[in-house]
């Protein structure tokens, strides 16, 4: 089973502010089997990203993923309000599809 | 466009049997996997296996097989996620979601079915 390892566990960031999140995998993870998913309280999860680096519909530009083998990024280049939320990344390379654990970006 | 619409919140006793379900009301179901996620209170998101809504082949999770089971009705474009025998540790949401192998992510979920197991 891959590990995923997200840092750091909390961000306390302010509106304006670029974020940087990071995902760490115990074995390499083709760019294309890498997603981002976000949540707010009391909402599911949404995907941001797949492929390591491809927007999904409605996600915008601000939000950026990249990376290869076993070290991916997330960017948010500027916070907006709206994206003070946790950030999940999730491989599948092979079975079971596992997540991270999360970054939490707080408001600072 | 899709939207996969779960069941309502379920309270239930140690040992109860039960069966949540995802229902897909805009896209033709049989043409994806569908997948359910636990989140226990608090805590991150764990992947418990998925079922090819084409030919109903599941896919569980090491972590999931054996304690749950996962099924599917065409007809009605329903996916279901089943305990024979629920315990307080399985309190938690639980959501479906739509595989996409074109792209391996989760690209479309459920709003959630809340499950509570207490006696």
């Known amino acids: 089973e891959i590990v995923l390892t997200q840092s750091p566990g909390t961000l306390s960031l302010s509106p304006g502010e670029r974020a940087t999140l990071s995902c760490r995998a115990s074995q390499s993870v083709s760019s294309s089997y890498l997603a981002w998913y976000q949540q707010k309280p009391g909402q599911a999860p949404r995907l941001l990203i797949y492929?390591?680096?491809s927007r999904a519909t409605g996600i915008p530009d601000r939000f950026s993923g990249s990376g290869s083998g076993t070290d991916f990024t997330l960017t948010i280049s500027r916070l907006e309000p709206e994206d003070f939320a946790v950030y999940f990344c999730q491989q599948y390379v092979s079975s079971p599809l596992t997540f991270g654990p999360g970054t939490k970006v707080d408001i600072k | 466009e899709v939207q996969l619409v779960q069941s309502g919140a379920e309270v239930k006793k140690p040992g109860e049997s039960l069966r949540i379900s995802c229902k897909d009301s805009g896209y033709r179901f049989t043409s994806y996997w569908i997948s359910w996620v636990r989140q226990m209170p608090g805590k991150g998101l764990e992947w418990m296996g998925r079922?090819?809504?084409?030919?109903?082949?599941?896919n569980y999770s090491p972590s999931f097989q054996g304690h749950v089971t996962i099924s599917a009705d065409k007809s009605i474009s329903t996916a279901y996620l089943q305990w024979s025998s629920l315990k307080a540790s399985d309190t938690a949401m639980y959501y479906c979601?739509?595989?996409?192998?074109?792209?391996?992510?989760?690209?479309?979920w459920g709003q959630g079915t809340t499950v509570t197991v207490s006696s």
């Open positions: 979601a739509r595989w996409r192998e074109d792209i391996v992510a989760l690209d479309v």
């Open positions: 079922i090819d809504l084409s030919d109903s082949y599941t």
């Open positions: 492929g390591a680096s």
